[in-house]
DNA sequence: ATACAACCTAAACCTAACTCCATGTCAATA
DNA sequence: TATTGACATGGAGTTAGGTTTAGGTTGTAT
């Protein structure tokens, strides 16, 4: 069993943070000591590691708390969560796609400024034309 | 040469954001007709690619145009915009590694919920026990 | 017993990136 | 000439996801 503050330093969430997914009902089933002290255990940790990755993957908070009321209800729900996680799959995948453009892009830029610097100038002839931006962006 | 409403069209920006980031001079050289009437060109589009690419590296629109007035102040600035795209470089390759992460368990998920499907049951106890890891993985 | 650090709540505040509104101008068509 | 639709502006409003503040309570070390 951990206090909020172990749990805070241990997965690098401010206790600020902690206390608002609670507060939003992301937490539901955080116990509490008599004196009102929340207490965490393993599976807590367990449920921010799945709020983490679903939010790393582009859902918002509201959606995961409606997922896990899904959880709550039961079978009934296992259609709903399967097509969530589909969902899920493929904007993931669309985002790694996106940013892996993104990526090459970037690239080719840390070479062009590699090659600027050692020329002292962006007035290099070949890679000027490939620029997006022919005239402001160098 | 192209309206602000070709351009929105064009690119699927909404006018609403592409007049959002002339006035917070993300778009410094755009030009106006007598009547006052923006007029984009090319190098406009370019730079709404680039502004695009920034953005999905994570890159904030205070920083992207801090990047464009490099771009104007010229040669002496080349070592600050190689350092600002080596640092984007490794910012979204972190990022892709998160969201492959996230992907990873997500496929577990998908996996998970297809299995409960067939069986009619996620065949667990309750919510904590649903989320945790340690039944997600065999 | 008394500090004092860590906990609690409600509510105000914050930031980025838009988005909408009221009001007015411009340009092509009937 | 009059209508109409796309354009313009400044400024207010929105949303998500927190963060901070004020004021109070709990738990532990001396």
Redesign the interface.
């Known amino acids: 069993m951990y206090t909020i503050g172990e749990i805070s330093a241990l997965l690098h969430i401010p206790i600020s943070t902690l206390r608002y997914y609670d507060k939003e009902g992301l937490l ?2 955080v116990n509490r000591t008599e004196g009102n002290i929340r207490l965490f255990d ?3 940790i ?2 921010l ?2 709020i983490e ?2 939010k ?2 582009g859902l918002q908070l509201k959606d995961i708390k409606q997922f ?1 009321q899904w ?2 209800i ?2 009934e729900t ?2 709903q ?2 097509e969530l ?2 969902q ?2 493929k904007k ?2 669309e ?2 796609a ?6 090459n ?3 080719y ?2 070479e062009y ?2 090659i ?2 050692e020329k ?4 290099v002839p070949g890679l000027k034309e490939e620029l ?7």
Do not use: V
């Open positions: 539901p089933l393993d599976t807590d367990e449920c590691n799945m990755c679903l790393t993957s896990f959880c709550e039961g079978d296992i259609d969560r399967h996680f589909l899920q799959k993931t995948e985002q790694i996106k940013l892996q453009d993104a990526l892009r970037i690239n830029k840390c400024y590699r600027a610097k002292g100038s962006t007035d997006s931006m022919k005239y402001l962006i160098k």
